[in-house]
């Protein structure tokens, strides 16, 4: 569905370009130049804009009050027309106020988490491993990771993988670092990114791993108590 007045309270402005180099052979002359299009839209009552360009000459551009192509080009590119740009350009329009939409919705409702930070591998201590920070739902790449152990900034053997698309558009990152923990151990990966406010950082340490091991431990002697139970009473019966 096409939005013609996008919910929000704010001046916002959206700007779709198309760019394309084309070559033109005039004989055995070959000549380059760029052909831009401009789409501009607003939340507020501003004019909107579409507007063609040749190498950074306006050809023409659209009056929406009027609905009527108003030709600029210099007097040496000739006489031609341009059939259908009225309803093409409010058509782009529509476009343009729908991304500018889903763009103030995708403000209200940022991804929960884009930083998680977990082992490779199963966690014992004075054994070597990984920890991995994966980064996702970020857009543009790239973006910066740090690590640090113990409040102590971590380069030797640290890895940084290259960025991968996601469905939605965004992407995901991932970043690695070599381990071998000890008890008390606390180690951090901190994300840097054009969209976040401020850095975004993730703890980990042995603890998680020690707590875990706590869990099953009491897990798996629940099961034991439940069993020797259940085999008691089959035998007093």
Known sequence: ??????PCHRNLCAIILHSAKMLNFNGYKLSMYVDMHVVACHTNDMDPEDEKQLDGNEMYYLDFKKKDVVITKPPSLGQFSVPLWVQYALLMHKVCLYNLYVAVEAENYPPEQIVIVYPRNKVLLGRR????????NFFPP??????TKNDVEVTE???LSRYYPNKDFTFRQYSTVPITPQEGDVYSCTVEHNGLP???TRFWDTRETALCGVGLTLALLGVGIGTF???????LN
């Open 157 to 159: 053997g640290v890895t």
């Open 229 to 235: 139970f259940v085999i008691k009473g089959k035998n």
């Open 198 to 200: 401020e850095p975004e």
């Open 1 to 6: 569905m096409l939005l013609t007045k996008p």
């Open 129 to 136: 491993n990984k920890l991995i920070c994966f980064v996702n």
């Open 142 to 147: 790239p973006v910066k990771v740090k690590w």
